[in-house]
């Protein structure tokens, strides 16, 4: 007998078991919900993952009927794993049900894990406004758990969002909102040049000059090591050169930067935000 086959035999098992009548005690909802679990499994074995998908949904369903919530978290997203491999549509959709469950009986670290991995399968669909969503969520989660760094890893994808969709305030205040929250931590200190960078890069995309001054100001203030950093002076380089409208000047001020700190060393979108402020000059 094929896997796919096996799988078959064990669903119309468990079909069987949820319609028959319980004679020794134990709960229907248990037997069928492991009988749905073995069918899930020879799915897999065959490759079939839509199959697999859908078993785990009936054994989440069969755990939510004899109130095992956890088991039915776990259920939902076993079957988001399955899904994740043909349909990311219903992969989103199970793991919110599972965030749900998670929520619900106080789980907020493990939400928090999903909420990120939604936000990352809409980030690969390209659905940033609902990767942002689900990133806040992530985030809100991860603080009401006291971890710091997984969420200020979601807002800094907010951020990066953010500043692709051209909604450069908000960006701006999430980049200095984490700069700020670092500087008291002796491990992240370290990281806030890199913060306050992307946030001046945010406020050089604006196109206001006297803001980006204004924000270097504030930026000093907040960390006094910062204006001896390459990270000050460039973005203090392209906010003159983009108020002398000095086309060459600014496009020597990238050059030189990217020689010797490449522009990988920023958030990936960084390039193109810097870009965005050159086209201001032309």
Not at 1 to 15: H, I, P, R, V, Y
Not at 108 to 126: D, M, P, S, T, V
Not at 248 to 267: C, G
């Amino acid at each position: 007998m094929s896997d796919a086959a096996k799988g078959e035999e064990f669903e119309k098992k468990a079909e069987k078991k949820l319609n028959g009548w319980n004679l020794f005690g134990s709960s229907k909802f248990e037997d069928a919900a492991e009988l749905y679990e073995k069918a899930a499994s020879s799915y897999k074995l065959a490759k079939s993952w839509d199959k697999a998908g859908a078993a785990y949904i009936n054994v989440a369903d069969c755990h939510l009927k004899s109130e095992s919530k956890h088991e039915a978290a776990s259920g939902y997203v076993d079957a988001a794993k399955c899904y994740n491999k043909t349909s990311p549509k219903e992969a989103i959709s199970c793991l919110t049900k599972a965030v749900n469950l998670f929520k619900e009986i106080g789980r907020f670290n493990i939400a928090a894990r999903h909420c990120k991995e939604i936000g990352e399968l809409y980030e690969q669909e390209q659905d940033l406004e609902q990767a942002i969503v689900f990133y806040e969520q992530a985030a809100d989660l991860f603080e009401s758990e006291e971890s710091t760094t997984s969420a200020n890893q979601c807002k800094q994808k907010i951020a990066q969002f953010a500043a692709q969709m051209e909604q450069y305030q908000k960006a701006i205040e999430i980049y200095e909102d984490i700069a700020r929250q670092s500087m008291n931590n002796n491990l992240l200190k370290y990281s806030v040049k890199g913060y306050l960078l992307n946030a001046g890069i945010c406020q050089l995309c604006k196109g206001d000059v006297v803001a980006i001054n204004n924000a270097l100001e504030r930026y000093q203030e907040l960390d006094p090591t910062f204006p001896g950093t390459r990270e000050y002076k460039l973005l203090a380089d392209i906010a003159a050169a983009i108020d002398e409208e000095d086309v060459a000047r600014f496009t020597d001020v990238i050059k030189e930067f990217d020689s010797m700190t490449p522009l990988v060393y920023l958030l990936a979108f960084n390039f193109q935000l810097v870009s965005n402020s050159f086209v201001l000059l032309v």
